[in-house]
C-alpha cells in the first residue's frame, strides 16, 4: 500500500495521517532525543498518526492496525479468553481518601520484541496523557511478575516509613527522598505534587514486602518490565473505577495478542478498601440498542438494519436486529469505551458508509439567520462610542483571579469562575469585571499620548446555581479615560451618552411615561474608587454598574502612572432595551 492509499484509507476510516518521517528526521527537529532513540536506527519510517480523543485503543500501532484490518474486512475483532485468578491483591481501608481504587490483571507467556516492548512503555504513557488526565484519575504500573511473590496488598502509609529503589536507580531511598530525588526530573517532576503533600502516600508490596510501585509516581526498580520478561503483573490504582477498567481493559486487550495463547487474559481477585470483591479485568461485551430509524434520520438514508449490521461489523461492533427491524441490539468489545450512545452507533454507520457517499439535501424547514440581538446591540453601541472619541479594545475572557478582587481592592465574593489545573496563573479565572482588563491596557500604553479614551464591550463570567452549568455570561461596557487630571466629566458625559442611546432617561427628566425604566445615581461604597468619588448606577431599583475615580493604591497595583476615571455598566438590565 502506497503512502496515498494508507492517507486515503485513514481519511475514510475517521482518522488522520499528519507526516511521514524518520526517527533521525524527528531527532534533528527536537522532536525526540538521544534517551528515546535508543537502538533504533534513523532509517526507520514512522507514521505520525492523528486519532480521534475518545479512541484508547488506538493509541498504540496495535490498535490502529487491528482497527483498519477489521474496517478492511481482512481480520475479525478478536473474542477474549479470561482465565480464572491464581493471584490476590488486597486493597487496605488506609488507602480510602488518598487513592481508593486498584484493579489487577496478568498477561502469562508473552513474548516481546523489541518494537512491541515500545510499544507498550508507549500505550502507558499515552494512556496517562489522556484518559487518566495526567495520572490524576489513574496510573499504570506493570511487573515482571516471576520478580515478585503474591498476594499483594495495597496500603498508604507515611512517607518515610516506605524505602525502596526506584526505577532505573539501585539506591534505596524512603517517599520524602524520592521526591526530592525527582523534583527536578522533566518526565515525572510534573506528577510529585498529586501526592507530595499528602499525610500517607499509596504503596503496593507483595508478600515478601517488596515494593512494587509508588502510585501514581515510579515503579520499583526490582520488578522492571525488560524484553525477557514472560509474565506482565498490571495494577492500575485510581480516584475512580470506571476509569481505571477502561486503562485495565485497553491495555489487556492490545497486548494480549502476544500471549501464549494469544488472546488469553488472566483475573486477579482484588478486594477494595471498602471490602467489596471483584476479578478484574472484565473483558466481556456489553449491549447498546440504537434505533434504525434514529440512525436514518440523523444521516439522510433510508437503510434497512439488515443494511447497517455489515457497516458496524466494520467498525468493531457485532449485533443482531429486532424482529420488526426496528431496533439494532450491539455487543460492544472493551476496545469501544467510546459507545455511550446509539449517537456513537449513528457515528459509526456514517463512517462505514463514507461520508463522502452522503448526498446532501436541503432542510425540509427553511429559516432566515439573523444577528443575536445582544450582539447587534454591542455593535451599535461601539460604533456611537468611537465616535465620541474612544477606542475599543478586546481583552481576555479569562484573568489572573486578583485581577478580579485583590488587584481593584474588592473583597473576594467567590463569584468568580475558577479554572482547574491552569496551565498559567494568567489563565486562571473567568473575569467578573471589565475594569481590570482596561487597567492592564493603559499599564501596557504608559507612552502613548495622553490622554488615553478606552473602552470594550465584551462578556464576563459569574458563578449562577441557577444556570445550566453553574455560571452565565454577562454582556458589560466599560470605559477609562487617563489623563493629566482624572477627567470624571468625560466618564459622567459617556454614561448619559450611553443611556440616552439606550432610550433610559435619567430619573429627573420631565415628562417621562410610566412604566418607563430610568437611570439615578447613588454614592457608592466601592474600595476601587477615591471616596466620595465613587457612584452605583441603578435601572429603576436595580445596580447595574458603577461609575467614580480610580484609587491611587489600584492605579499602583497595574502600574498606571496617571489619574483615570472608570465607568462599568451591565447591557442586560434595562427593560425596555
Not at 91 to 119: H, M
Not at 189 to 214: E, F, H, M, Q, W
Request: proline content about 5%; charged content about 20%.
Amino acid at each position: 500500500m502506497t503512502v496515498k492509499e494508507f492517507k486515503e484509507l485513514c481519511f475514510e476510516f475517521g482518522i488522520e495521517l499528519d507526516s511521514v518521517t524518520t526517527e533521525s528526521e524527528m531527532h534533528k527537529k527536537g522532536e525526540k532525543n538521544e534517551a528515546e532513540l535508543g537502538a533504533v536506527t534513523g532509517d526507520e519510517v514512522i507514521y505520525k498518526i492523528e486519532v480521534s480523543a475518545n479512541r484508547y485503543d488506538q493509541l498504540c500501532v496495535e490498535g490502529i492496525a487491528r482497527s483498519l484490518g477489521v474496517f478492511l474486512g481482512t481480520m475479525n475483532t478478536p473474542s477474549y479468553v479470561v482465565d480464572s485468578p491464581q493471584l490476590r491483591m488486597v486493597a487496605q481501608p488506609s488507602v480510602q481518601g488518598v487513592r481508593d481504587v486498584v484493579v489487577c490483571a496478568v498477561l502469562r507467556n508473552i513474548t516481546f520484541t523489541e518494537w512491541s516492548y515500545k510499544s507498550f512503555i508507549d500505550m502507558q504513557d499515552k494512556l496517562h496523557k489522556t484518559v487518566c488526565r495526567e495520572r490524576q484519575l489513574a496510573s499504570i504500573g506493570t511487573h515482571d511478575l516471576d520478580t515478585l511473590k503474591p498476594p499483594f496488598r495495597y496500603v498508604a502509609l507515611p512517607p518515610e516509613q516506605i524505602v525502596f529503589a526506584p526505577l532505573k536507580c539501585t539506591t534505596p531511598m524512603n517517599g520524602k527522598q524520592l521526591m526530592a530525588h525527582l523534583e527536578k526530573d522533566l518526565k515525572l517532576g510534573p506528577y510529585l505534587n498529586i501526592i507530595r503533600d499528602k499525610p500517607t502516600y499509596p504503596v503496593l508490596y507483595d508478600s515478601a514486602d517488596v515494593v512494587l510501585s509508588l502510585p501514581p509516581i515510579i515503579n520499583g526498580n526490582h520488578s522492571k518490565i525488560t524484553l525477557n520478561t514472560k509474565n506482565v503483573f498490571i495494577e492500575v490504582t485510581a480516584t475512580d473505577l470506571t476509569k481505571a477498567n477502561i486503562v485495565l481493559q485497553t491495555v489487556c486487550a492490545m497486548f494480549s495478542e502476544y500471549c501464549s495463547p494469544r488472546w488469553h487474559v488472566e483475573q486477579v481477585e482484588v478486594v477494595q478498601a471498602d471490602g467489596k470483591t471483584m476479578r478484574t479485568p472484565d473483558m466481556s461485551a456489553r449491549t447498546q440498542e440504537a434505533s434504525v430509524s434514529y440512525i436514518n434520520n440523523g444521516l439522510g438514508l433510508k437503510l434497512t438494519a439488515a443494511e447497517m449490521l455489515p457497516l458496524l461489523h466494520r467498525m468493531g461492533l457485532e449485533g443482531s436486529a429486532s424482529a420488526d427491524g426496528e431496533t439494532l441490539s450491539l455487543s460492544v468489545p472493551v476496545t469501544r469505551s467510546d459507545v455511550l450512545h446509539q449517537c456513537d452507533v449513528l457515528e459509526d454507520v456514517a463512517i462505514a458508509y463514507g461520508y463522502n457517499n452522503l448526498v446532501p439535501i436541503m432542510p425540509p424547514t427553511r429559516t432566515v439567520g439573523s444577528q443575536l440581538p445582544r450582539t447587534k446591540l454591542a455593535e451599535l453601541l461601539a460604533r456611537e462610542i468611537a465616535s465620541a472619541g474612544f477606542c475599543e479594545v478586546m481583552n481576555f475572557a479569562l484573568c489572573w483571579l486578583k485581577d478580579n478582587f485583590k488587584m481593584l481592592q474588592r473583597p473576594d465574593d467567590n463569584s468568580a469562575v475558577t479554572i482547574r489545573e491552569s496551565k498559567t496563573a494568567e489563565f486562571e479565572s473567568g473575569r467578573t469585571t471589565l475594569l481590570s482588563g482596561l487597567l492592564h491596557t493603559a499599564s501596557y500604553n504608559n507612552t502613548v499620548q495622553l490622554p488615553l479614551r478606552l473602552f470594550e464591550i465584551g462578556d464576563v463570567i459569574l458563578r449562577d446555581a441557577s444556570a445550566p452549568v453553574g455560571a452565565r455570561n454577562q454582556q458589560n461596557l466599560a470605559a477609562l479615560y487617563c489623563g493629566t487630571s482624572a477627567g470624571f466629566q468625560y466618564i459622567h458625559g459617556l454614561l448619559d451618552h450611553v443611556m440616552l442611546l439606550l432610550a433610559v432617561p435619567h430619573a429627573g427628566t420631565a415628562g417621562v411615561k410610566a412604566g418607563v425604566a430610568t437611570y439615578h445615581l447613588e454614592r457608592s461604597a466601592d474600595p476601587l474608587f477615591i471616596d466620595t468619588w465613587g457612584t452605583d448606577i441603578y435601572v429603576n431599583d436595580k445596580r447595574v454598574g458603577v461609575m467614580g475615580i480610580v484609587h491611587p493604591h489600584v492605579l499602583g497595583n497595574f502600574e498606571v502612572s496617571f489619574p483615570c476615571s472608570m465607568l462599568e455598566l451591565s447591557l442586560e438590565c434595562p427593560n425596555n432595551l
